[in-house]
Protein backbone atom coordinates (compact mmCIF):
# COMPACT_ATOMS: atom_id res chain seq x y z
CA UNK A 1 0.00 0.00 0.00
CA UNK A 2 1.98 3.07 -1.55
CA UNK A 3 -0.91 5.50 -0.69
CA UNK A 4 -2.60 8.04 -2.92
CA UNK A 5 -0.03 9.82 -4.63
CA UNK A 6 -0.52 13.17 -6.21
CA UNK A 7 1.07 15.14 -8.85
CA UNK A 8 2.36 17.99 -8.67
CA UNK A 9 2.63 19.10 -5.01
CA UNK A 10 2.79 23.26 -6.07
CA UNK A 11 2.12 24.31 -8.93
CA UNK A 12 1.75 28.58 -9.73
CA UNK A 13 0.22 29.64 -12.74
CA UNK A 14 -1.05 32.72 -14.71
CA UNK A 15 -4.97 33.00 -14.95
CA UNK A 16 -6.30 32.12 -18.01
CA UNK A 17 -4.08 29.12 -18.27
CA UNK A 18 -4.82 25.72 -18.22
CA UNK A 19 -3.72 23.08 -15.87
CA UNK A 20 -4.01 19.38 -15.12
CA UNK A 21 -3.25 17.33 -11.89
CA UNK A 22 -3.01 13.67 -11.67
CA UNK A 23 -4.10 11.45 -9.04
CA UNK A 24 -3.03 7.71 -8.58
CA UNK A 25 -4.97 5.67 -5.71
CA UNK A 26 -4.61 3.12 -3.83
CA UNK A 27 -4.49 -0.03 -6.36
CA UNK A 28 -7.27 -1.66 -4.77
CA UNK A 29 -9.89 0.99 -4.08
CA UNK A 30 -12.03 1.66 -7.01
CA UNK A 31 -13.39 4.72 -5.51
CA UNK A 32 -11.54 8.46 -6.30
CA UNK A 33 -13.04 11.45 -5.05
CA UNK A 34 -11.67 15.12 -5.39
CA UNK A 35 -12.02 17.46 -3.06
CA UNK A 36 -10.67 21.68 -2.72
CA UNK A 37 -10.31 23.12 0.48
CA UNK A 38 -9.05 26.63 0.99
CA UNK A 39 -7.48 28.71 3.66
CA UNK A 40 -9.38 28.21 7.17
CA UNK A 41 -12.05 25.76 5.48
CA UNK A 42 -13.13 21.52 5.29
CA UNK A 43 -12.68 19.97 2.73
CA UNK A 44 -15.41 20.87 -0.09
CA UNK A 45 -16.38 17.57 -2.54
CA UNK A 46 -15.95 18.03 -5.93
CA UNK A 47 -16.66 15.03 -8.08
CA UNK A 48 -16.37 11.14 -7.19
CA UNK A 49 -15.61 7.88 -9.61
CA UNK A 50 -16.48 4.43 -9.28
CA UNK A 51 -13.48 2.95 -11.61
CA UNK A 52 -14.23 4.94 -14.55
CA UNK A 53 -17.90 5.89 -14.09
CA UNK A 54 -17.76 9.63 -12.75
CA UNK A 55 -21.11 9.21 -10.66
CA UNK A 56 -21.68 12.37 -8.72
CA UNK A 57 -20.48 16.50 -9.55
CA UNK A 58 -20.85 19.30 -7.12
CA UNK A 59 -22.11 22.72 -8.20
CA UNK A 60 -18.55 23.63 -7.48
CA UNK A 61 -17.86 22.10 -10.22
CA UNK A 62 -18.23 24.58 -13.13
CA UNK A 63 -17.75 24.18 -16.11
CA UNK A 64 -13.94 25.49 -16.44
CA UNK A 65 -13.36 22.25 -14.24
CA UNK A 66 -13.24 18.50 -15.55
CA UNK A 67 -12.27 15.19 -14.56
CA UNK A 68 -11.59 11.89 -15.93
CA UNK A 69 -10.27 8.66 -14.62
CA UNK A 70 -10.24 6.97 -18.19
CA UNK A 71 -9.08 3.45 -17.82
CA UNK A 72 -10.60 3.03 -13.58
CA UNK A 73 -6.78 3.72 -11.92
CA UNK A 74 -5.76 6.75 -12.00
CA UNK A 75 -7.41 10.52 -12.29
CA UNK A 76 -6.82 13.97 -13.78
CA UNK A 77 -8.44 17.38 -12.85
CA UNK A 78 -8.41 19.90 -15.23
CA UNK A 79 -8.86 23.74 -15.12
CA UNK A 80 -9.27 25.54 -18.37
CA UNK A 81 -8.69 29.53 -18.03
CA UNK A 82 -7.76 29.65 -14.49
CA UNK A 83 -8.79 32.54 -11.94
CA UNK A 84 -7.53 33.97 -9.04
CA UNK A 85 -10.66 32.18 -6.90
CA UNK A 86 -9.60 28.82 -8.05
CA UNK A 87 -6.20 29.34 -5.81
CA UNK A 88 -6.34 26.25 -3.05
CA UNK A 89 -5.42 23.02 -2.69
CA UNK A 90 -7.05 19.94 -4.30
CA UNK A 91 -7.10 16.76 -2.81
CA UNK A 92 -7.66 13.47 -4.47
CA UNK A 93 -8.80 10.26 -2.08
CA UNK A 94 -9.69 6.75 -2.92
CA UNK A 95 -11.90 4.29 -0.97
CA UNK A 96 -12.95 0.71 -1.29
CA UNK A 97 -16.41 -0.02 -2.81
CA UNK A 98 -18.44 0.35 0.83
CA UNK A 99 -20.80 2.79 1.44
CA UNK A 100 -18.75 3.77 5.16
CA UNK A 101 -15.07 2.97 3.64
CA UNK A 102 -12.71 5.49 4.89
CA UNK A 103 -11.29 8.04 2.63
CA UNK A 104 -7.80 7.82 2.21
CA UNK A 105 -6.15 11.11 0.80
CA UNK A 106 -3.61 12.30 -0.87
CA UNK A 107 -1.10 14.95 0.35
CA UNK A 108 -2.94 17.29 -2.01
CA UNK A 109 -1.59 19.77 -5.22
CA UNK A 110 -1.72 23.32 -3.74
CA UNK A 111 -2.59 26.12 -6.77
CA UNK A 112 -1.73 29.20 -6.62
CA UNK A 113 -3.36 31.62 -9.76
CA UNK A 114 -1.33 34.94 -9.86
CA UNK B 1 -29.23 18.63 4.22
CA UNK B 2 -26.75 17.61 6.54
CA UNK B 3 -24.20 19.88 7.79
CA UNK B 4 -21.52 20.15 10.73
CA UNK B 5 -20.62 22.65 13.12
CA UNK B 6 -17.33 22.33 15.13
CA UNK B 7 -17.61 24.71 17.92
CA UNK B 8 -13.76 26.70 18.64
CA UNK B 9 -11.79 27.39 15.49
CA UNK B 10 -9.15 26.70 17.60
CA UNK B 11 -8.34 25.33 20.68
CA UNK B 12 -4.74 25.38 23.15
CA UNK B 13 -4.13 23.00 25.50
CA UNK B 14 -1.17 22.25 28.09
CA UNK B 15 0.67 18.94 27.57
CA UNK B 16 -0.51 16.42 29.30
CA UNK B 17 -4.43 17.76 30.12
CA UNK B 18 -7.61 16.93 28.25
CA UNK B 19 -8.24 17.39 24.36
CA UNK B 20 -11.99 18.02 23.74
CA UNK B 21 -12.49 18.68 20.69
CA UNK B 22 -16.55 19.76 19.74
CA UNK B 23 -18.72 18.02 16.46
CA UNK B 24 -22.69 18.80 16.20
CA UNK B 25 -24.28 17.23 12.98
CA UNK B 26 -27.91 17.91 11.67
CA UNK B 27 -29.19 15.02 9.27
CA UNK B 28 -32.77 13.96 8.99
CA UNK B 29 -31.12 10.57 9.71
CA UNK B 30 -28.20 8.96 11.93
CA UNK B 31 -25.40 9.63 9.36
CA UNK B 32 -21.87 8.02 9.49
CA UNK B 33 -19.27 9.89 11.25
CA UNK B 34 -16.18 10.85 11.07
CA UNK B 35 -12.65 12.34 12.20
CA UNK B 36 -9.97 13.38 10.17
CA UNK B 37 -6.73 15.09 11.33
CA UNK B 38 -4.52 17.23 8.97
CA UNK B 39 -1.01 18.06 9.64
CA UNK B 40 0.72 21.12 7.79
CA UNK B 41 1.15 20.55 4.06
CA UNK B 42 -0.65 17.00 4.02
CA UNK B 43 -3.94 15.18 3.50
CA UNK B 44 -5.94 14.16 5.59
CA UNK B 45 -5.84 11.42 7.92
CA UNK B 46 -8.49 9.03 9.31
CA UNK B 47 -8.73 9.42 13.04
CA UNK B 48 -11.90 7.35 13.82
CA UNK B 49 -15.19 6.89 12.45
CA UNK B 50 -18.65 5.45 13.47
CA UNK B 51 -20.98 3.67 11.46
CA UNK B 52 -23.13 1.62 13.60
CA UNK B 53 -22.74 -0.30 16.95
CA UNK B 54 -21.45 0.89 20.31
CA UNK B 55 -21.24 4.52 20.20
CA UNK B 56 -17.71 4.80 21.78
CA UNK B 57 -15.20 4.81 19.31
CA UNK B 58 -11.76 4.28 19.27
CA UNK B 59 -9.29 5.42 16.85
CA UNK B 60 -4.97 5.75 16.47
CA UNK B 61 -2.94 7.97 18.32
CA UNK B 62 -4.99 7.35 21.96
CA UNK B 63 -8.50 9.81 20.69
CA UNK B 64 -11.62 8.25 21.11
CA UNK B 65 -15.60 9.55 19.97
CA UNK B 66 -18.99 9.35 21.84
CA UNK B 67 -21.58 9.23 19.44
CA UNK B 68 -24.59 10.52 21.17
CA UNK B 69 -27.69 10.43 19.06
CA UNK B 70 -29.63 13.05 21.40
CA UNK B 71 -27.37 15.51 21.68
CA UNK B 72 -26.59 15.36 17.40
CA UNK B 73 -22.90 14.98 18.65
CA UNK B 74 -19.78 13.57 17.81
CA UNK B 75 -17.28 15.10 20.31
CA UNK B 76 -13.79 13.74 20.29
CA UNK B 77 -11.32 13.65 23.34
CA UNK B 78 -7.89 12.41 24.33
CA UNK B 79 -7.30 12.31 27.70
CA UNK B 80 -3.66 13.74 28.02
CA UNK B 81 -2.52 15.88 25.30
CA UNK B 82 0.75 15.28 23.67
CA UNK B 83 3.21 18.05 21.76
CA UNK B 84 2.80 16.01 18.31
CA UNK B 85 -1.06 16.55 18.83
CA UNK B 86 -1.09 19.98 17.25
CA UNK B 87 -2.76 20.07 13.79
CA UNK B 88 -6.11 20.77 12.45
CA UNK B 89 -8.90 18.32 13.00
CA UNK B 90 -12.19 17.89 11.07
CA UNK B 91 -15.04 16.04 11.86
CA UNK B 92 -17.48 15.22 8.42
CA UNK B 93 -20.37 13.24 7.82
CA UNK B 94 -21.50 10.86 5.37
CA UNK B 95 -25.36 10.11 4.77
CA UNK B 96 -26.31 6.20 4.52
CA UNK B 97 -28.56 6.98 1.52
CA UNK B 98 -28.06 9.43 -1.07
CA UNK B 99 -25.31 11.44 -2.17
CA UNK B 100 -22.16 9.54 -1.26
CA UNK B 101 -19.21 11.73 -0.12
CA UNK B 102 -17.93 13.58 2.98
CA UNK B 103 -19.04 16.61 3.97
CA UNK B 104 -16.77 18.40 6.41
CA UNK B 105 -17.15 21.06 9.21
CA UNK B 106 -14.82 23.83 8.85
CA UNK B 107 -12.03 22.38 11.21
CA UNK B 108 -10.43 23.01 14.79
CA UNK B 109 -6.93 24.25 15.09
CA UNK B 110 -5.12 22.43 18.13
CA UNK B 111 -2.41 24.20 19.97
CA UNK B 112 -0.58 22.36 22.53
CA UNK B 113 1.06 23.75 24.82
CA UNK B 114 5.02 22.68 26.55
Known amino acids: DTGVSQDPRHKITKRGQNVTFRCDPISEHNRLYWYRQTLGQGPEFLTY????????KSRLLSDRFSAERPKGSFSTLEIQRTEQGDSAMYLCASSEALRNSPLHFGNGTRLTVT | AQSVTQLGSHVSVSEGALVLLRCNYS??????LFWYVQYPNQGLQLLLKYTTGATLVKGINGFEAEFKKSETSFHLTKPSAHMSDAAEYFC????????????FGTGTRLTVIP
Open chain 1, 49 to 56: FQNEAQLE
Open chain 2, 27 to 32: SSVPPY
Open chain 2, 92 to 103: AVLLQTGANNLF
